[in-house]
C-alpha cells in the first residue's frame, strides 16, 4: 500500500441554524441529489433528515435539522428536541449564516447550544445576494458573534449553495474532522429516510408552494397507500394534505379543486424522478383541527416526544 494512502474516515456533520437560513439547500448541494425540500417559508424542515455522502476517502452523513426557534406550538417543542438530540451524537457542526441577514438573538440562542462542541464550523450562506464589501464586513461581524458566544470556530466559509460556489471546499474542510472508520451505510445510497417520507415532504413541498401567513404550516401529509403494480415500474399513491381548519381545506383545494389539481401534477412529478418510476397519485384533504397542538395527532404523524 502506499505511504501517500489515506486512511477512510466515516462520521456525522450536523446541519443547523435559525429557520430559513439555507441548510436544506445546502445538503442537496453537498449530497449532490435533491433528498430535502426546500421554501422561501421558513420551518419548511420538520425532521431531520440525513444526507449520506460517500467518497473513495470519506462517508459523511449529514444531518439537515429544523431550525431552530422560540416555540409557539407543541409541534415547535418537539422539532427544537429533535435537534438537541442530533447534537448529542455528530462529529462536527456546521452553523449557517445567511450574508443578506443580520446576526440576532436566535443566532446567538444556537451558537449556545454548540459551545462545547470542538469542531464548529460557519458558513455564511446566500453570498450570491451580496456585495463584496457587504461580505467583508460580514465575515467581521461572525468573528465578533463567535467571540461573544463562546464559540471556538474551526472555519468559516462563505458559500452559495445554489450557486455551488465553495459546496466543495466545505465538503473537504468537514470530512478531515470525521474520525477514521469504514463507511457507516451502504455507499450506493444518498439518504437513509424511507421513500415514503420523501414522497410525503415532496407532496407537501408542492402544496405549501405560493401559500401565505400561518398555512404553510398547517399542512401536514401521510401516506394512506402505496403499492408498485406487478410487474410494471409503476407505483399507485394515495395521501391526506391534513389541514386544520375549513378556510384552509378550501385554499388548497382552490375553485373547482384547481389548486389541489395543480398540487398534484407537480408532486407527481417530483415523486417519478424520485422514484424512477411512472406514478398515479391520488390526494384528499381533510381537516385535522389542531394537530399541531395535540399530542395524539402529533405521534400518529411521527412527531413523537423523545
Known amino acids: 500500500m502506499s505511504s501517500e494512502t489515506t486512511e477512510h474516515r466515516a462520521g456525522f456533520v450536523a446541519i443547523i441554524g435559525r429557520p430559513n437560513t439555507g441548510k436544506s439547500t445546502l445538503v442537496n448541494a453537498l449530497v449532490g441529489k435533491k433528498i430535502v425540500i426546500t421554501s422561501p417559508h421558513p420551518n419548511t424542515t420538520r425532521n431531520p433528515i440525513r444526507g449520506i455522502i460517500s467518497r473513495p476517502n470519506f462517508q459523511m452523513i449529514v444531518v439537515d435539522t429544523p431550525g431552530i426557534h422560540k416555540p409557539k406550538t407543541l409541534l415547535g417543542t418537539r422539532l427544537n428536541a429533535m435537534v438537541s438530540e442530533n447534537l448529542e451524537s455528530v462529529d462536527a457542526v456546521l452553523i449557517c449564516l445567511p450574508a443578506d441577514e443580520e446576526i440576532g438573538a436566535g443566532d446567538e440562542f444556537i451558537a449556545r447550544q454548540v459551545a462545547k462542541q470542538r469542531r464548529v464550523f460557519v458558513a455564511v450562506t446566500k453570498i450570491d445576494r451580496v456585495k463584496k464589501e457587504e461580505l467583508i464586513a460580514k465575515l467581521h461581524s461572525v468573528n465578533e458573534f463567535a467571540a461573544k458566544t463562546g464559540l471556538t470556530l474551526t472555519e468559516i466559509v462563505p458559500i452559495s449553495a445554489k450557486e455551488l460556489d465553495q459546496t466543495d471546499l466545505v465538503l473537504e474542510l468537514l470530512a478531515k474532522q470525521l474520525p477514521v472508520s469504514p463507511s457507516l451505510y451502504p455507499e450506493d445510497i444518498t439518504t437513509d429516510q424511507a421513500s415514503?417520507?420523501?414522497?410525503?415532504?415532496?407532496?407537501?413541498?408542492?402544496?405549501?408552494?405560493?401559500?401565505?401567513?400561518?398555512?404553510?404550516?398547517s399542512v401536514m401529509i401521510t401516506i394512506d397507500e402505496m403499492a408498485k403494480r406487478e410487474g410494471k415500474n409503476f407505483y399507485d399513491i394515495h395521501a391526506t394534505l391534513h389541514v386544520e381548519r375549513d378556510s384552509q381545506k378550501s385554499i388548497i383545494i382552490g375553485p373547482q379543486g384547481s389548486r389541489l389539481k395543480d398540487i398534484g401534477i407537480r408532486a407527481r412529478g417530483s415523486i417519478e424522478t424520485f422514484l424512477d418510476a411512472k406514478v398515479y397519485l391520488g390526494l384528499h384533504v381533510k381537516i385535522s383541527k389542531e394537530w399541531q397542538r395535540d399530542p395524539k395527532a402529533l405521534a400518529r404523524m411521527g412527531f413523537t416526544e423523545s
Open 196 to 217: 415514503e417520507l420523501t414522497i410525503t415532504e415532496l407532496i407537501r413541498e408542492a402544496a405549501i408552494e405560493n401559500l401565505y401567513e400561518e398555512l404553510p404550516h
